[in-house]
C-alpha cells in the first residue's frame, strides 16, 4: 500500500476501535475481554516474528521491563477504557484519550529531559480546554446520572495509565528491544495480568457468542491491533514521524464521526468548540514534537 492508504487505513481502523470496544461490553466481564483480546494479538506477533527470524529470546532484566510496558500499554489502561464506555459515549473517551500526546510530552520531559517549548504548553492548554469543553454537558448530567463521573475518571486514568505504558516504551526503544518482539512479549504479559485481575476480582470466565462479540473480539484482536500496528509501524519507516504522528489527530475525529452515527451523541455549540480545540492542541503538540 501507498503511503496516504496507510495514513488512512491506520486512521480508520484506530478510530473505530472505540466504537468496537462496545460490543464487548454487557456479558463478559471487561477483565476477561481484554484478556482474549491480547491472547489472540499475542499468538500472531509471536508467529510473525518466529517466521521471519525476529530475536524472541531476551534476559529476564528485558522481560520485567516488558512486563511494566505490557501492563500499563496492554492491560490496565484497556481495563479502564472498557469500564469509561460502560458509562460514556465512545467518541468522548477518544477524546479524552487524545491528550495522552500532551501527557507523552510532559512525561518526556520529566523523565527523560526533552525539550518543553511554549507552543507545547499553548497546545497543552488548548487541548484540556477543548475536552472539557466536550464533557461540559456530561457535568450537567452527574445530578441525575452519577455514574458519568465514573466514566469520566475510568477514561482519564486509562489515559494516565496509557502514559506511563509510553514512557517504558521509550526506556525499552533506548535499551534496543526490538519493537515487535517486545510488543508481542509485552501483549503476552498484558494478558497475564488481565486474567490475573479478572482472578482476583472472582469474575466469572464467560464468553459471548453473539455475533456482535466474536466480530468486534476479532477486529479489536486483528486489526485494531496487529494490522493498524503493522501499517503505522511501515508509515513511520517510510514518511518519518512527521507524517505518522498526524494519524493521532485523526483518529478522534473517526471515533467522533462514529459515535456520532451510532450512539446518538448529540452535538451542542460548545461540544463543537471544544472539539476544535483539542484537535488544535493535538496538531500542535504533533507539529512540535513530531
Known amino acids: 500500500m501507498n503511503s496516504p492508504v496507510l495514513f488512512i487505513a491506520v ?39 518466529w ?20 501492563a500499563c500499554l496492554f492491560s490496565l489502561n484497556y481495563l479502564s477504557i472498557y469500564i469509561a464506555e460502560q458509562y460514556i459515549s465512545s467518541g468522548l473517551v477518544a477524546i479524552l484519550f487524545s491528550l495522552l500526546a500532551v501527557l507523552n510530552v510532559f512525561g518526556a520531559r520529566l523523565l ?18 477543548g475536552v472539557t469543553l466536550m464533557f461540559f454537558p456530561e457535568f450537567g448530567m452527574m445530578n441525575n446520572h452519577p455514574e458519568v463521573l465514573k466514566g469520566i475518571a475510568f477514561a ?14 521509550i526506556r525499552n526503544q533506548r535499551a534496543e528491544v526490538p519493537v515487535w518482539s517486545g510488543t508481542a512479549w509485552g501483549m503476552v504479559y498484558g ?49 518519518g514521524a512527521g507524517l505518522a504522528s498526524y494519524v493521532n489527530v485523526v483518529a478522534p475525529v473517526v471515533a467522533l464521526l462514529l459515535s456520532t452515527l451510532f450512539e446518538n451523541y448529540q452535538w451542542t455549540g460548545i461540544a463543537a468548540l471544544g472539539a476544535a480545540l483539542a484537535f488544535a492542541g493535538n496538531y500542535l503538540t504533533m507539529r512540535r514534537n513530531r
Not at 482519564?156 to 516504551?169: D, E, F, Q
Open 112 to 129: 527523560f529531559g526533552a525539550q518543553l517549548t511554549g507552543r507545547t504548553v499553548i497546545a497543552a492548554i488548548l487541548g484540556v480546554s
Open 156 to 169: 482519564a486514568l486509562g489515559t494516565l495509565i496509557a502514559c506511563g505504558g509510553n514512557m517504558m516504551a
Open 11 to 49: 486512521a480508520v481502523i484506530w478510530g473505530s476501535t472505540w466504537l468496537a470496544i462496545t460490543g464487548q461490553l454487557g456479558v463478559v466481564s471487561p477483565a476477561v475481554s481484554v484478556t482474549y483480546r491480547f491472547v489472540i494479538a499475542a499468538a500472531i506477533l509471536l508467529v510473525w516474528c
Open 51 to 70: 517466521q521471519r527470524g525476529v530475536p524472541l529470546r531476551f534476559p529476564w532484566r528485558v522481560h520485567v521491563a516488558l512486563a511494566g510496558q505490557g
Open 191 to 239: 494478558a497475564a495480568i488481565s486474567a490475573l485481575v479478572g482472578v482476583v476480582m472472582g469474575v466469572e470466565w464467560t464468553f459471548d457468542a453473539r455475533p456482535m462479540y466474536i466480530f468486534s473480539l476479532l477486529y479489536l484482536s486483528v486489526f485494531g491491533t496487529v494490522v493498524a500496528f503493522l501499517c503505522y509501524l511501515t508509515l513511520l519507516k517510510r514518511e
